[in-house]
């Protein structure tokens, strides 16, 4: 069965800066793919970044990106300017290209951005 | 854009008491699913449906059944709740997989309390 582990059940960052959320993963297989979810306070969860593991180009959204270490089954979660709004829990989730469309999640980090 | 909504946002039930959290999701998804999000957790996934009638176990379906009669109505049932199932139940909604454009859409949550 594969895990999940996020290491830091708390963070913050200064509005404007730049923060890193880490995420860990442990798999025996070679496809599948990788999720960062994003749920603000009393608000739906929505997906903020995904990466399929075949593809070596680190995934980027606007001011969110990965840092995707197949090889350390690592995949981080880079929030760039950060903003109020990005003020959230973070969860990592990973789905086997085996096991339809169920999801792994971490345990979640929680984000708070100061003004 | 996708929506998925759940019966109650808050409910307080006794032990014991047969507890049914309701679904809805109104894009025509075949896949449906149930997680249970406790601090430190993240979501588990109780269970899943990949099409009407069809249900599969995830990680912690022990307490809990489900029902899919139709395609956009998931219902989850305690039958006789208990303490340890205060949680926050989230319900969640996707396409069927291909190709991992399979986005798991959130519904805003269930927070039941067991008293």
């Known amino acids: 069965a594969q895990t999940v582990t996020q290491s830091q059940p708390e963070m913050s960052v200064q509005e404007a800066e730049t923060v890193t959320l880490s995420c860990t993963y442990d798999?025996?297989?070679?496809?599948?793919?990788l999720f960062w979810y994003k749920q603000p306070p009393s608000r739906q969860m929505i997906l903020v970044i995904r990466q399929e593991a075949y593809k070596q180009q680190n995934a980027t959204e606007n001011r969110f990106s990965v840092n995707f270490q197949k090889a350390a089954k690592s995949f981080s979660l880079k929030i760039s300017d950060s903003q109020l709004g990005d003020t959230a829990m973070y969860f990592c989730a990973f789905r086997s290209n085996n096991a339809g469309n169920m999801l792994t999640f971490g345990g979640g980090t929680r984000l708070m951005v100061k003004p | 854009d996708v929506k998925v909504t759940q019966s109650s946002r808050y409910l307080v039930k006794r032990t014991g008491e047969k507890v049914f959290l309701e679904c809805v999701q109104d894009m025509d998804h075949e896949n449906m699913f149930w997680y249970r999000q406790d601090p430190g957790l993240g979501l588990r996934l109780i269970y899943f449906?990949?099409?009407?009638?069809?249900?599969e176990k995830g990680d912690i379906p022990e307490g809990y059944s489900v029902s899919r009669e139709k395609k956009e109505r998931f219902s989850l049932i305690l039958e006789s709740a208990s303490t340890n199932q205060t949680s926050m139940y989230l319900c969640a909604s996707s396409v069927a997989p291909l190709a991992g454009q399979e986005t798991q859409y959130f519904g805003p949550g269930t927070r039941l309390l067991v008293l």
């Open positions: 449906s990949y099409d009407v009638k069809m249900k």
């Open positions: 798999t025996s297989e070679n496809n599948y793919y």
